[in-house]
């Protein structure tokens, strides 16, 4: 599955994953959060699931790309919470797996989360969270997830 920047185009893996590289190391002092976050939108026939990576140059800008796919109509909000979160969790195992390979492991790897105190998602979140910090992530949620809450859902409409 392809990857889009919105200045480079489609990218594949290896080349979304060279462009993080890059940008960390036009400023290697500096401090730096890889941010990977979820979020969906229902359609009559399908919904969208869009999953973003920021690369956040703390204080000093970020760079973004986004993934999307379509799925077959979810019922339940339950579902497609944790269907968000397996999408993220499996891009950021990836993610932070190819950084320790190349000598990058000190990013920190954020999971920003499409859940909140406020509506609906409030009953999900200490196992959704419990399910992002099991797997090694720090987890953010609204109004912190704006990974998901904002970047991916730019894309998914």
């Not at 290697?28 to 920021?54: C, H, K, M, N, W």
């Not at 140059?57 to 944790?82: D, N, W």
């Not at 190349?102 to 859940?115: A, F, P, Y």
């Amino acid at each position: 599955m392809e990857f889009i920047s919105p200045t480079k185009g489609a990218l594949l893996f290896d080349q979304m994953f060279a462009e993080i590289v890059a940008f960390v190391q036009e400023a290697p002092q500096d401090t730096y959060t890889l941010i990977i976050g979820s979020d969906s939108q229902a359609r009559e026939r399908e919904v969208a699931f869009v999953t973003a990576i920021v690369v956040h140059r703390v204080g000093r800008g970020a760079r973004y790309f986004y993934q999307r796919h379509s799925h077959r109509p979810m019922t339940s909000l339950r579902q497609k919470i944790f269907y968000e979160t397996s999408l993220s969790l499996a891009l950021a195992s990836r993610i932070a797996e190819r950084l320790s390979e190349n000598g990058n492991s000190r990013l920190n790897v954020e999971i920003h989360l499409d859940i909140g105190q406020r509506g609906d998602t409030r009953s999900l979140i200490r196992e959704i969270v419990g399910m992002v910090t099991g797997s090694g992530f720090d987890a953010k949620i609204k109004p912190d997830s704006y990974g998901a809450s904002t970047v991916a859902d730019k894309y998914t409409k």
